[in-house]
């Protein structure tokens, strides 16, 4: 019998403290307006290229924040991706490792990853 759950993933959650300055950093990082609508006053959905973002508010607590990274952002250039970063004055856990990634956080601890694909 086929299973009737997609082999997909629609969205990852990120638990952020304030969904307003969350939108801003995730998009600006990521190149991306911020003009897409708050649902609920705590959901702000960040469509990209396959699975999408959904940073949400209500799921916060110093206890979600994510400890390791549960995904990864690809690029095609690693060493730029790091540069860009440092240039955004984002905080940069890692140098670039075996030359194909780095982890970082956001501003609400959450340990994220970019990867080169």
């Not at 993933?9 to 950093?25: M, T």
């Not at 250039?77 to 004055?89: C, L, P, S």
Request: net charge negative; proline share 4%; glycine share 6%.
């Amino acid at each position: 019998m086929a299973s009737p759950i997609l082999n997909q993933i629609g969205a990852v959650f990120i638990p952020v403290s304030s969904i307003e300055q969350a939108r801003d950093w995730y998009c600006d990082i990521l190149g991306i307006p911020a003009n897409g609508e708050i649902l609920f006053g705590h959901l702000y959905i960040i469509p990209l290229q396959g699975t999408n973002l959904v940073l949400d508010s209500k799921i916060y607590s110093e206890d979600s924040v994510y400890k390791v990274a549960a995904f990864h952002f690809n690029t095609n250039d690693i060493e730029e991706a790091y540069r860009y970063m440092k240039r955004k004055n984002v905080n940069l856990v890692t140098g670039i490792e075996h030359g194909q990634w780095f982890n970082f956080k956001d501003p609400d601890g959450n340990l994220l990853m970019v990867c080169k694909c």
